[in-house]
């Protein structure tokens, strides 16, 4: 795989940690656009793992890559995944679409599903689904949500972080929301599934 981001520090970072990874291979980490397409060119990668820097010069880079490298797949990541860059991503033909503060098994799971050519359903929305800006967790909500994933009861929730429980149930629905949870233990589970706990 190669990786590209616009901050050297974090690109050698993920390249490293990828790296170790068994049964990956990393042919490359660059931090300026113009190397990438030279190096996936000279390295051939299965994967291409992009930060998003501006959307305009993320997605150009990415069709160039599906002009020169058809074959290679692409994974992107960015601070903010908003529902209209997800959508955009999709379009454009990105396999993943991965929030840059998620945890490094989401990535190698994004990574390993569009190395085998798949989303991880069937939906337009690139695998696996990550949350929007406007579904990022809050602190409060992540602790809540930690809480219940251990069972706990609202009211238990509500006296272990001095809130009162209708502050926790106001907080908690707000989460499953962001999480589309059918309630408040799916939400728990989630969360931990992509990440955010």
């Not at 949350?131 to 602190?139: F, I, K």
Request: aromatic share 2%.
């Amino acid at each position: 795989m190669l990786v590209a981001d616009e901050h050297l520090l974090p690109v050698q970072a993920i390249a490293e940690v990828l790296a170790a990874v068994p049964d990956f291979e990393v042919v490359g980490a660059v931090s300026r656009t113009s190397l990438v397409v030279p190096l996936a060119v000279r390295g051939r990668p299965d994967v291409a793992v992009l930060g998003m820097g501006t959307a305009q010069s993320g997605f150009r880079l990415v069709r160039e890559l599906g002009v020169r490298l058809p074959d290679c797949r692409v994974v992107i990541m960015t601070a903010r995944p908003t529902r209209t860059l997800v959508d955009r991503a999709a379009s454009a033909g990105v396999l993943g679409v991965i929030p840059k503060q998620t945890k490094i098994p989401h990535l190698v799971e994004a990574i390993r599903e569009a190395a085998a050519g798949g989303r991880a359903n069937a939906s337009a929305r690139p695998f696996p689904r990550t949350p929007a800006a406007d579904e990022v967790l809050s602190e409060r909500e992540r602790e809540i949500l930690r809480l219940t994933a251990t069972g706990a009861s609202v009211k238990e929730v509500a006296r272990e972080l001095y809130l009162a429980a209708g502050t926790v149930r106001n907080l908690t629905s707000c989460a499953m929301r962001k999480l589309d949870g059918r309630n408040r233990f799916d939400a728990a589970r989630i969360a931990s599934e992509r990440g955010l706990l």
